[in-house]
């Protein structure tokens, strides 16, 4: 008969931490599955309004993933890595009866599908679209739950078409995200030697300027509607290079020539997430206006409108200014101020802003994105 072999003190030690690690293992999943049985209850407690948008509320999962961050003050996973777990758990508990529709600018391999799965988690039907248009008539029309789409970026600024549509929607804000931007130079190509032409969004181009400009100058910068059509490009056709992040590389099978160029290491694109309705107060929230001066001719009319916001301790956080279509040389301003609408600082702020203001609209009060 064969000896049994003695186990070490170290043997011994490791044994008992992988049995401690099954038996939590054990745990955790017994605890998951309880949470989706809670989710399935509160599910059919709503049924009765018969939409999966109707069982998911930003302000509560922003609740939600924020007493996450507050317990992890001792803990050994950062808060980010924390979140994205609850976010994973919370998205696959919801998905049991049926998954969000969630629109998003496409193709697949997208920076915009990317943010999607940061914020709604991976257990949802994500419906690659080929314009920011078509993304806010989906969620019009009802065949996608909610949109994401790009707002800004910290390098090349804000998103025009984006706001523009805001001009002609009925939709509303319903949350935000910001995602850390890193561009690759992609291609079938060994070498920078090879590459004959760079296609992008303009965006990326933008976010890389400096960049191509000190090691492709000279080289044809194509221009396309998004990174993911660069990559196809770069896939099919020979001398030409991409600029995309690490899905489209992978989506499209091409080598990361160069990885890391864009021109600003902090490099981030807030999205907003858009739906059908005005969202309640999560607590800590941000509020998005639309408006426009009776008489931009007038001397300080800006300064004037703006007035209420000061006189009631409301903070500005950000401005854009784009052509209102109506007549020449006539603009809509959007901003962004800390708070709810249900705040009374801001009800109060808003009432004076809309008594001189020739249009105003409440594009959205929503969860401040959650890092």
Known sequence: MASKKKLTGSD????????????GDEQIQQLINQRARYAQEVAVMKSSQNAAAKFFRPEREA????????????????????????????SACLAQE???????????????????YKHFGHSVRALSLATIDEVFHEVESGSADFGVVPIENSTAGAVSHTLDNFLISPLKICGELELRIRQHLLGTMSGLDKVVRVCAHPQSLAQCRAWLKEYLDGI???EVSSNSEGARRARDEVG???????AAEEVYGLNRLIAD?????DNTTRFLVIGRDLLSSSGDDRTTLLFSTADADDAGSLHNMLAPLSENGV???RIESRPS????????????????????NIAAALKGLEKNAQLFRVLGSYPKAIQ
Do not use: C
Request: glycine share 8%.
């Open 325 to 344: 279509r109506r007549r020449k040389w006539h603009y809509v301003f959007f901003i962004d101020i800390e708070g709810h609408v249900e705040d009374d």
């Open 315 to 317: 903070n500005m956080t």
């Open 63 to 90: 609740q939600v993933l924020r007493a996450v961050v507050e317990r992890n003050q001792a803990g050994l996973l950062r808060d980010d890595e924390m979140v994205r777990l609850f976010r994973e758990i919370m």
């Open 240 to 246: 030409t290079a991409a600029i995309a992040g690490g």
């Open 12 to 23: 011994a030690s490791l044994a008992d931490l992988r049995a401690k690690i099954d038996a």
């Open 220 to 222: 044809e910068q194509v």
């Open 98 to 116: 049926e998954p969000l529709k969630i629109g998003y600018l496409g193709p697949e391999g997208t920076f915009t599908q990317a943010a999607v």
């Open 261 to 265: 160029i864009e021109d600003h290491p």
